[in-house]
């Protein structure tokens, strides 16, 4: 069976695709399955590389980052050829998406590879597109009570017709300090930390700049846990991991571009804190129409409340991620999470009508 591994794309979380890409072709076991990597470019261009009959090394990862990412032009050759999606149909076939943030965690790419009618891991269209928007999330999460800090929606017209008003409004119904997030975007990209009227006015123009919707958010004093998913109907759920942020507030700078976090697995809490975040995140899951994988973030003050800060469903797979990890503690290995994902992606495509993979 042919795995077709689809990774790059031309958000902020490129290198990040990339390194959940490399991870799990360590992780594939090559006497079931072969590899085909499909690499998209910054610029949109999809490049499919040699297939893979083993693990790629260290010093040959050019297949999955340099050797790719030559455009194709009469002047310049590149290591891939342009890929043709009919070549998705072929028979006993996978799709394994990890393009992370815009196009590729948001529902589109989701959406293209439901009308070709493949198995693929992960979330589908509703799922996919409700995690990445956060104001949509939100809404959807609050109908079931799920518990949330104060926020503030806001449209970017709304914002150029009336800034005053908005500004009095989240004034008016949030406290110092609050955080200025994109409703669609990831991994902390174009988020802000804001402690004055004027530090809000900078954020939000920065937050407008990746997104005509933003979420101005109540800032709390908490630590910030994780816990992981995987399943179709039947869901399993991880003990909580903990971002150690020592007080910090993380950007996708701090997160990714430097020394990341550290990660205390399992999370020092209470039973009683852990089995709420872990109900939480399975009635999260079901509400968007969770299927394959997802984590759930939290927030938990120092009086044991707890607050549901997002789901997300394209996750960070690279070998140190909190995803991985967190159930690599449950006792389910690398290898183990990557055939897991690729039979959840059998099993959901079985399960739609008039499919008889």
Request: charge should be neutral; include cysteine; glycine fraction near 8%.
């Amino acid at each position: 069976m042919q795995i077709y591994l689809i990774y790059g794309g031309h958000s902020a979380e490129h290198e990040i695709s990339i390194a959940s890409a490399f991870a799990v072709t360590q992780a594939i076991d090559y006497q079931q399955y072969s590899v085909i990597p499909i690499y998209i470019s910054k610029d949109g261009l999809w490049l499919q590389g040699p297939e893979l009959f083993a693990p790629v090394r260290q010093q040959l990862n050019l297949q999955l980052k340099q050797g790719l990412t030559s455009r194709l032009s009469e002047q310049k050759k590149s290591s891939g050829i342009p890929f043709k999606f009919d070549r998705f149909k072929a028979a006993d076939a996978i799709i394994f998406p990890l393009v992370q943030g815009k196009n590729g965690e948001d529902g589109k790419l989701q959406g293209l590879l439901e009308t070709l009618r493949v198995p693929y891991v992960g979330d589908g269209v509703l799922a996919s597109a409700v995690g990445m928007d956060k104001i949509a999330s939100k809404m959807i999460f609050q109908q079931i009570n799920l518990p949330q800090v104060p926020y503030v929606a806001v449209l970017k017209n709304n914002w150029l017709a009336n800034s005053e008003v908005i500004l009095t409004r989240a004034e008016g119904s949030l406290l110092y300090p609050m955080y200025v997030k994109p409703a669609n975007s990831g991994s902390s990209v174009g988020i802000s930390q804001v402690a004055n009227r004027d530090e809000l006015v900078e954020a939000i123009k920065v937050a407008f700049r990746y997104d005509q919707r933003i979420l101005i958010e109540q800032g709390i004093e908490a630590r910030e846990l994780e816990v992981g998913l995987l399943g179709n109907g039947k869901i399993d759920v991880t003990p909580a991991g903990e971002i150690m942020k020592d007080g910090l507030f993380f950007d996708y700078s701090s997160k990714f571009a430097t020394k990341r976090p550290t990660l205390a697995i399992p999370a020092d809490i209470d039973s009683k804190t852990q089995q709420a975040m872990q109900d939480y995140a399975k009635r999260a899951f079901a509400i968007i129409g969770g299927h394959g994988l997802a984590r759930c973030d939290f927030f938990l003050t120092a009086n044991g409340d707890v607050f549901l800060n997002e789901i997300n469903t394209v996750l960070d797979l690279s070998t140190d991620a909190m995803f991985p990890r967190l159930w690599q503690a449950a006792g389910m290995s690398f290898a183990q999470l990557v055939e897991e994902l690729l039979e959840l992606a059998l099993e959901k495509f079985r399960q739609q009508p008039n499919q008889k993979k």
